[in-house]
């Protein structure tokens, strides 16, 4: 039963990171912002002028797809594990 437990807890975990990845995008980024290295201002711009802040845009469907397949599949697992934990205590063996 504690391992039920700690899977569960540890679907939470997954489903709240897949929930932001998903839908509380600038929360993530705000987050990333000191991990990721920052370029040049003269690297960052291509030759159509455009900058890094259009190369953001392009990464939202990429992190929303992201979000919701870890939403998804850790919610998955956690509905599997409580099925077999309840049919394992409830069988007559």
């Known amino acids: ?24 995008q600038k929360t993530i980024r705000r987050w990333l912002r000191p991990v990721r290295v920052r370029a040049s201002a003269a690297s960052r711009s291509t030759r159509d002028g455009s900058t890094a802040d259009s190369d953001e845009d392009e990464f939202a469907p990429v992190l929303r797809m992201l979000g919701i397949m870890i939403m998804a599949f850790s919610f998955t ?7 077999i934990a309840y049919y394992t205590a409830n069988s007559p063996n």
């Open 1 to 24: 039963m504690n391992v039920l437990l700690f899977i569960d807890a540890a679907v939470l975990v997954f489903v709240s990171i897949g929930f932001h990845l998903a839908f509380r």
């Open 77 to 83: 697992v956690g509905a599997f594990a409580s099925l």
